[in-house]
T-cell receptor, first 115, second 120 residues
Framework: AQSVAQPEDQVNVAEGNPLTVKCTYSVSGNPYLFWYVQYPNRGLQFLLKYITGDNLVKGSYGFEAEFNKSQTSFHLKKPSALVSDSALYFCAVRDPWNAGNMLTFGGGTRLMVKP | GAVVSQHPSRVICKSGTSVKIECRSLDFQATTMFWYRQFPKQSLMLMATSNEGSKATYEQGVEKDKFLINHASLTLSTLTVTSAHPEDSSFYIC????????????????FGAGSRLTVL
């Protein structure tokens, strides 16, 4: 079975500082990995994905994530945080060979960026 | 990019009544749509996979008679919460995948804005 862990319920950073939101995963095959962001009372917005190729993927709003197969991680990063980045972030994994289109989400991490 | 429209965004109903939530893919065809439920401060839990022209596939623990799913066309799936009770109050989110990858990029699920159901 596939699973995702986001070890931090909340991450606090000051505006202008770099941010990292952690994600580790478990799948039996090669993973498809995703980050989504959710603003209050809204659906999820796609940020970025790793399917294959370069381990460092760049996405929307200046976010990037690095796929690390040996550590089974896919941490989300941004060099300089903005107050408007404050939201709920979800990491998700899909095992295309065993789970079809089904995404499994992590528990979510609330990012708070303070001025 | 791909757009998934969900309606209504908010609904308040009395206990015992039924509520229908619609999920539409606006610029692509979706043979499969997914319905998620999100509790406050919790992650998304997949409820069911909606398959166009056939029965939905429900996740373990989800009552199929309580949460009726119909996927009558390639652009519309509906979730009906039957005989709703206060414990059904939640945020319901649908999603769909444009398998052509033309509108959203391959393998990317596009989510609706969600529907907040409050059962009094």
């Amino acid at each position: 079975a596939q699973s995702v862990a986001q070890p931090e319920d909340q991450v606090n950073v000051a505006e202008g500082n770099p941010l990292t939101v952690k994600c580790t995963y478990s799948v039996s095959g090669n993973p498809y990995l995703f980050w989504y962001v959710q603003y209050p009372n809204r659906g999820l917005q796609f940020l970025l994905k790793y399917i294959t190729g370069d381990n460092l993927v760049k996405g929307s709003y200046g976010f990037e994530a690095e796929f690390n197969k040996s550590q089974t991680s896919f941490h989300l990063k941004k060099p300089s945080a903005l107050v408007s980045d404050s939201a709920l972030y979800f990491c998700a994994v899909r095992d295309p060979w065993n789970a079809g289109n089904m995404l499994t989400f992590g528990g979510g991490t609330r990012l708070m960026v303070k001025p | 990019g791909a757009v998934v429209s969900q309606h209504p965004s908010r609904v308040i109903c009395k206990s015992g009544t039924s509520v229908k939530i619609e999920c539409r893919s606006l610029d692509f065809q979706a043979t499969t749509m997914f319905w998620y439920r999100q509790f406050p401060k919790q992650s998304l839990m997949l409820m069911a996979t909606s398959n166009e022209g056939s029965k939905a596939t429900y996740e373990q623990g989800v009552e199929k008679d309580k949460f009726l799913i119909n996927h009558a066309s390639l652009t519309l799936s509906t979730l009906t919460v039957t005989s709703a009770h206060p414990e059904d109050s939640s945020f319901y989110i649908c999603s769909a995948n444009d398998r052509t990858g033309l509108t959203s990029g391959a393998n990317v699920l596009t989510f609706g804005a969600g529907s907040r159901l409050t059962v009094l």
